[in-house]
């Protein structure tokens, strides 16, 4: 069975066509891209690297990445946000830029070793096992690859923040974006990582101020994170 969740899989697939508005629902992740772009290729340098960013959505990060002259991939099984960044992409004329529908452990079984780097960034809280999801991540990166995911805590502030502050009362995001259940510690990433055969190399919590509107890094993770990981080279 793949590892997706129809609801999930929907839910997105209904705002795909907002999906590049900046002031859409969307706009979060227009906000923070910059942030978490700076921060990924100032750790694995991505111009001329191969790099799959899975579960890519409209293609946000993907596209940026590629823009920086790196060699992207990006995967997703929601069809209709996956059919808007195709579009986007063939629009802005972006090139080193491919789209394809697979799921993460399809891709990593069909090509195994393949990738300098891999991308994975708010996708784990939305799947029923996050840990295959990192374990197929692992099995793409090169030895000495460079691996990126991030997602949200699973706490009391983090329900506070993450979805009552962002989706009901700041309304950021649509209602029902998360799900508090599937929300993931640190701790429980981990493990999953180390589980996987990778090494951790670094922790960055992402930040927002409601007044001013602006998201900054930090290393405060007790809501939203993001870890670096390297898979180490081979013996």
């Known amino acids: 069975m793949t590892n997706a ?78 059919k808007v ?19 993460a452990e399809a891709l990593a079984d069909e090509q195994a070793g393949q990738f300098d780097v891999v991308t994975c960034m708010e996708m784990l809280e939305h799947v029923p096992d996050p840990a295959s999801v990192v374990r197929a991540c692992a099995k793409m990166a090169k030895p000495g690859g460079w691996l990126f995911f991030s997602t949200i805590n699973r706490n009391p502030k983090a329900y506070l923040f993450a979805i009552v502050g962002a989706e009901y009362m700041l309304k950021l995001l649509p209602k029902g974006t998360h799900e508090f259940a599937r929300f993931i510690r640190p701790a429980e990433l981990a493990r999953w990582v180390r589980e996987a055969g990778l090494d951790t190399v670094q922790y960055k919590g992402l930040e927002y101020n409601p007044i001013t509107r602006q998201y900054w890094l930090s290393g405060d993770t007790s809501v939203n994170y993001m870890v670096a990981c390297r898979k180490p080279l081979a013996a």
């Open 85 to 103: 960044a195709q579009l986007h992409a063939m629009e802005a004329g972006v090139a080193n830029l491919e789209y394809r529908s697979i799921a």
């Open 5 to 82: 969740d129809p609801l999930e899989l929907a839910k997105f697939s209904d705002l795909a066509h907002k999906w590049w508005d900046p002031e859409s629902e969307f706009r979060p992740l227009h906000q923070i891209n910059p942030l978490r772009l700076d921060w990924i290729d100032q750790l694995a340098a991505i111009k001329g690297k191969q790099v799959v960013d899975v579960g890519c959505g409209g293609g946000i990060l993907a596209e940026s990445m590629a823009r920086r002259g790196a060699h992207v991939l990006g995967v997703d099984l929601a069809d209709k946000p996956l």
